[in-house]
């Protein structure tokens, strides 16, 4: 079992940027792969980002590449770096985890079923 905290969340402007935090009750995320997920009233939910902690593999949604990025300190945080924040960006976002071992593939990470979930953090863009 791992307990996820995530933290960061806030109102800012169109353009704004924030950074997301997670924090996992267990160290060496080298053997997990981690997501951040996203949902807006209304909406499913939908991926944004995963990382694999072993190779530091990424994968990104199409609508947010070259403005967010998703990292990790191997230990027990993986962080999520959001710049030229949109409208459409205004969500609960979810910090998920799911163990997968050493030598995984990493590109495999977003089509993983991911286990073990925060209870959110809200971002609101304001236009």
């Known amino acids: 079992q791992v307990q996820l905290v995530e933290s960061g969340g806030g109102s800012v402007q169109v353009g704004g940027s924030l950074t997301l935090s997670c924090t996992a009750s267990?160290?060496?995320?080298?053997?997990?792969?981690m997501g951040w997920f996203r949902q807006a009233p209304g909406n499913k939910r939908e991926a944004v980002a995963h990382?694999?902690?072993?190779?530091?593999?990424t994968n990104y949604t199409a609508s947010v590449k070259g403005r967010f990025t998703i990292s990790h300190d191997k230990a027990t945080k993986v962080l999520l770096q959001m710049h030229d924040l949109k409208a459409e960006d205004t969500a609960r976002y979810y910090c998920?985890?799911?163990?997968?071992?050493?030598?995984?593939?990493?590109?495999?990470?977003?089509?993983?079923?991911?286990?073990?979930w925060g209870q959110g953090t809200d971002v609101t863009v304001a236009s």
């Open positions: 998920a985890a799911e163990p997968v071992g050493l030598g995984y593939n990493g590109d495999l990470c977003s089509e993983r079923r991911y286990d073990y």
């Open positions: 267990r160290s060496n995320l080298s053997r997990y792969c």
């Open positions: 990382i694999y902690g072993g190779t530091g593999t």
